[in-house]
């Protein structure tokens, strides 16, 4: 698996970037920063990127490059975390809305097409303005807003799964729905659901960042990626590294998982698994 | 005059066709007027060979690496269709060459009318429009022995029985009047009575019109209604051609002669197993009774959620099963064989009584004393497990770990079903066919059951391995005590492996008894109909006669109950479904 990714050409290059984000982080998680993210050394205020300081100071002179660092794990825990909620969570409800049909079918789906017609971070924002800002919150808004499609990408092919004989067959041993749902249907689903996420993850480092950027993320002084950015903003003809750092790393970031989603869908889709050696 | 000469013709696939040949060096002649049959297993070739006469092989990824193809056009000119361009290929097609297809379902455009679509065809290739092509339309519907003509023009493609949609098709290739007709397993997809129907279309119509036919097929007992000569293929190459009574009558290859071997040819009653345990008299407790069973599906108005009526899928079927015993359920698509199948395994509603007496009192019983092998071994399987869980799956349903007395049951089946016994961590895509079917029936003998549901088991494998899957069942059959309900709608296997035989029609069973009986003295009308549609080797160039009554919607309305059936106890374990004479 993890050879058939840097085998693939766009598998390479956003393995390569998730990879070495997820090693800054842990650097970061683990101190081993440039400078001490918190500390402000007043005296190289607005410093430009040099050998002292590699991306430069902001505004308080505290260190962009190890801010950055400690920035994407704060991303990346968000992320992970509110993708793994919304995935779970998502896909219980998808393959129990397939399985059972009827009411709970339409009650589950309805409710998600609800969720579905609010534009992402616009729903993510009424979360955060009724639980209030902070890291929790973001995750547990960003993973409301992304489970709908979790639970879509699931239900649609659970329910032809659903109809084919091996269920049938099961179905004549007496098997658990339990272990039909978990061997029968999961376990053929678990292609598009690795691919969905990964894209998943993409997004949601975009929402984390969004949401920090309003202030409603991350609160000062812990450093986020979102938040630099829009510390940036009054700053960005004086000292234009401020905004660059944290922009591109979001960017870079966001290109990453998606390239390796792209890359997922074509190593896990058996129709073109054929024609790559 | 010679129509098609083809000679040393090659065609490989991928992006080294040299390298991955199907078709190996074909050469044969066929002259205007003659019907030429290519019979061959899945595989062989045969298909790949007729897409090639008009190169629509360029668009499955084919290319055509050796060898030439003659065609003598309607002009006298000779093209080399090897050679030609696609501009030329797109006017032989059609107007040369026409060519019918196995699914007829797939190949009509379902938002548009069979009238549309037929006038369309004209406009292409005849330049008729308005009242004039409506009016070709509707004649080449009445040449294709449509009913009722007027009316079927506005329908969809929905609205018409697979066997009409293959009509349909059929018609909308003659309308261009082709000089050669390709039929590639024209009748696979069909019910066997449609099938004889569509046989002796094709046969009036080759005799009608004076245009030449290849005819492929899996099924060498079609061909004696149709050729004139037949060639056999193998792995890409034709191992034996020559004219119809020759190849049939004095096969010279092995492989032919394989071929007509392994097909079950049906023998009327004669080949009938005659092991039944029913045959002494005394026979033993029925492990199975199915008494009154009924399956009906409501039909729903969406808005109002008012019944709208009932399908009666499953009518008041009735039987019982003894130990060592199969009974056959034949019966055409719609019929409601599977679903009775289905009912008796709790997989769809019904009422009625089911009792399995008996069943519980063998040593090492199992819970779960009914078992089902269905039809397509690539669907029944879990892509995504290994042999072991596969097999382990009905153990594990009934609350037993995976233990060492399993593995040892695992072991062994494998080994009674001829497969490797280390080949429990391989996947089903593994397998071939045959080897999958295999597996499935393994896995159904897990639980030690004492009867097995063979839902068209055999009906996806290839007649050789269809053969050998047979007399494993039979096998497996003697050693374990089993009984089988064995469905199928191919008349010459149930005459292979059925003791008994119950003949549904329309929900119903119309005819049941010992399997001899019933096939040999046919009580029952659609009995009769059933039997003389089954493909005869032996009969040569039969005609059967048209006969287009179908079968009625079974839509009854809220609270119907059909009246109770009289039965006519036609022998002693034979009894047929009194008919209306009037």
New interface residues.
Partial sequence: MIRAIFHHPSGRIGGGIVLVYLVLAGLGALGLTPHDPLMQYRLDRLHPPGAAYWLGTDLFGRDIASRLMVGIGQSFFVAFLSVAAAASVGTVLGLTAAWVGRLWDGVVMRSMDVLLAFPAILLALLIVAIMGPGTWTSVLAIAFVYMPIFTRVVRGPALSLKT???V?????????TR?ILT??LL??I?APLTVQVTLALAWALLTEAGLSFLGLGTQPPAPSLGLMLSDSRNLMETAPWLMIAPGVTIMIGILGFNLLGDALRDILDPKTRGGRA | MTLLSVSGLHVGFGRDPKAGEVVRGVSFDLAAGQTLAIVGESGSGKSVTALSLNRLVDFGGGTITEGSIRLTRADGDVLEVTQADEAAMTRVRGAEIGMIFQEPMTSLNPVLTVGAQMEEAFRLHRGLAGAAARAAAKDALDRVRIPDVARRLGDYPHQLSGGMLQRVMIASVLACNPRLLIADEPTTALDVTVQAQIMALLGELKQETGMAMIFITHDIGLVAGIADRVMVMQDGRAVEQGALAEVLDHPQHDYTRHLLHAVPHFANGRAARQDGPRAGGAAAAPVLTVQDLVVRFPVKRRMFARAKGEIHAVERVSFDLVPGETLGIVGESGSGKSTAARAILGLVRSRGTLALPGADTRAGASQRPVQMVFQNPYASLNPRLTVESLLAEPVIATGHGIDDAVRARMAQLLARVDLPTNCLGRYPHEFSGGQRQRLCIARALMLNPSVVVLDEAVSALDVSVQARVLELLVDLQREFGLAYLFISHDMAVVERIAHRIAVVHAGQIVEIGDAAAVLSAPRHSYTRRLISAVPNIDRRHVRFTLDTSTVGSLLRPPGYEPPMADWVQVGPDHRARAEDTA
């Fill in positions: 084919r004989e091996f049938d067959a099961a179905r004549t041993f007496g098997s658990s272990y061997r029968h376990l053929n678990v």
